[in-house]
Nanobody, 123 residues
């Protein structure tokens, strides 16, 4: 079982970037998916999540209105579209599959994690 996060890179403030999280159908098809990030010296924080069907999404206050999560069930892929990026968005971004049908802000409710992809936003 494996999650593959990709799409990170170096961008300038105000730019957009789309991260992808791909997995086998078995990993994800009936599970919520969350995106988390961890900046140097800081704890991992919840960015947002999407329900198994894609009908429900939730975001942290720090990214609400700038980030959008979607999923393509046919491709077993979840996306994190990031816009109006700020230097404080710089972090390693992780996707994770929840034990349940919906996402959660609690990282202990996720049983599969991707390897992380680095996003660096320069000012």
């Amino acid at each position: 079982v494996q999650l593959q996060a990709s799409g990170g890179g170096l961008v300038q403030a105000g730019d957009s970037l789309r991260l992808s999280c791909a997995a086998s159908a078995r990993t994800f098809s009936n599970n919520g998916v969350g995106w988390f990030r961890q900046a140097p010296g800081k704890e991992r924080e919840f960015v947002g999540g999407i329900s198994w069907s894609g009908a429900s999404t939730t975001y942290s206050d720090s990214v609400k209105g700038r980030f959008t999560i979607s999923r393509d069930r046919a491709k077993n892929t979840v996306y994190l579209q990031m816009s109006s990026l700020k230097p404080e968005d710089t972090a390693v971004y992780y996707c994770a599959a929840s034990r349940k049908a919906h996402s959660s802000t609690n990282h202990s409710e996720y049983n599969y994690w991707g390897q992380g992809t680095l996003v660096t936003v320069s000012s």
